[in-house]
Structure formats: C-alpha cells, structure tokens
C-alpha cells in the first residue's frame, strides 16, 4: 500500500487493507457493482447491511459524479456469505483517468473470487429495451488502456457464470457489448459499425473494471440492461424511450444465482 505523499492519503491498496477497514471483514464471496435503482428488490429483501460506507473512501476512489449513482459500499452477510456491493461507479466520460475508475476494481480483486457488474446499455437495433443482455464479450472502442498495468495481461468473461444467468427470466442470450467513450449515445452510423463488429449494445463503463478484476483472477459476469436503442435501427424505425422500470428482480435473481453458482 502506497501513500501520496503531498496529500497525505493512500493511493494504492493492492492488498484490500482499506476493505477490512470500512467493513471489518477481511474477504467477501461476490462484489457486486450496480445503481441502486437496480438494486431496490434486494434492498428490500436484505435490509440493512453490516457495513457501509463511502466509496470514495477508498484508495484511488472517487465519489460518483452521474445521476442515479451512490457514492456508497455496503457489506452485507447472506446465509453466512458476506457480499460487497459499490451502489455507484466512475465513469470515464466523467473525466476521470482509467486509474481512477478502475481503482475500486483493483483493490477488491485480492479480496473476492467473483464479481458481478450490472451497468445500463443502448441496443443497436437487433434486441428491445427493457431486458438484460448477459456479458459475453466486448469491444474496446475507448480510445485508452482499460487500466493501469506494468505488463500485457490475459483477461475474459467468466464463460460459466454467464451462461448460469442467461437462464433467468428477463435475461437473453449472452452477447457482445461495445465500450465507447460517451456520454452520447451512439448514432445511427456508429451503431451500424459496431452491429457490424458482432456488438448487440453499446456501454461506456464496467468493460474495464471487469477486466481489471479478471486480469487479477476474478470471475467476473456482467449484465447490461437495455434501457434505449439508437434512433431509427429499432423495428419502428425511431427513437425508443428509455425504460422506466429497470427490473431490479431480476438483478436480485441474478446476485443469488450467482452466489448459488460459486458454491
């Protein structure tokens, strides 16, 4: 763990010390990254948690900046495995650099052995809004390294965990995602490139944290609600609404199913 100097607090926290600092819990069986708009039936379900604090306390952290996120960590114990949940994220079209919306990522790696990351993503035109997209793969069209790293490292999707998710009601089959800078959304022409390269939605954060984790030996599953599609690739041709209600059931199924899966 290193310090900044200048400013007096940490910078890096490879091993997770800052972890067990803010929920006295030295490992975690899931960490779980989504918006708590996505996160209200398990709210509901779990009450509150052991512990929770500041997302931004930790190393390298910083507070969320977009609408609808939290700048919140909860440690929560289920049936005797604990799960750590960010209610918000970094994301890179707010600013910051890879180092720091990757920063929770890489000082929870040491801490879990698996991750799941539930983000928001615009459909290209083959699949409706309203549904989950499970996280196959992705293309990286960021125009920046997904992260900090002093060496090329191999990294993927866990394949297992995936196809366990496209099981559940209100989930497809696993597919292609496209990493894209933001915060606009993709236009017709970029949409019809990316359909062409194999994507089925487009993102702008979570691609990189997952592969800091899984470059680090977590395995990690993503889903991505569909919550718009491009202007005129959609069946009626237009712009489609954002969806109002984000199926937070769903993301509670997806959590125990995961747990489930890692038994």
């Given at each position: ?27 975690h ?95 290209l035109g ?10 196959a ?83 990690v ?43």
């Open positions: 763990m290193s310090v900044q100097n200048a400013a007096g607090t940490w910078d890096e926290d490879p091993d997770g010390a800052s972890i067990l600092l803010a929920t006295g819990r030295a490992r069986d899931l960490l779980v990254v989504a918006e708590p708009a996505l996160l209200a039936d398990l709210d509901d379900d779990w009450g509150a948690p052991a512990s929770r604090v500041r997302l931004s306390f930790l190393p390298g952290v910083s507070a969320p900046g977009t609408v609808g996120q939290e700048d919140a960590l909860a440690s929560y114990e289920y049936r005797g495995r604990g799960v750590l949940i960010a209610r918000g994220r970094t994301a890179a079209f707010e600013g910051r650099p890879a180092r720091r919306t990757t920063a929770l990522a890489r000082t929870v790696a040491s801490q879990v052995p698996a991750a799941l990351l539930v983000t928001r993503a615009t459909s083959g699949l409706a809004p309203g549904g989950f997209l499970p996280i793969d992705h293309l990286n069209l960021g125009g920046q390294p997904l992260f900090p790293s002093s060496r090329m490292v191999e990294a993927a999707w866990d394949e297992s965990l995936t196809a366990t998710l496209a099981g559940l009601d209100g989930v497809g089959e696993p597919g292609v995602v496209a990493l894209t800078p933001g915060p606009v959304r993709p236009t017709r022409a970029e949409a019809a490139v990316m359909a062409g390269m194999g994507a089925q939605a487009a993102v702008c954060d979570s691609v990189a944290e997952a592969m800091a984790l899984a470059a680090r030996g977590v395995r599953a993503g889903l991505a609600y569909l919550d718009a599609e491009v202007a005129g690739t959609g069946a009626a041709g237009a712009a489609a609404t954002p969806a109002q209600l984000p199926a937070p059931q769903v993301v509670r199924a997806a959590v125990l199913t995961a747990l489930g899966a890692l038994r």
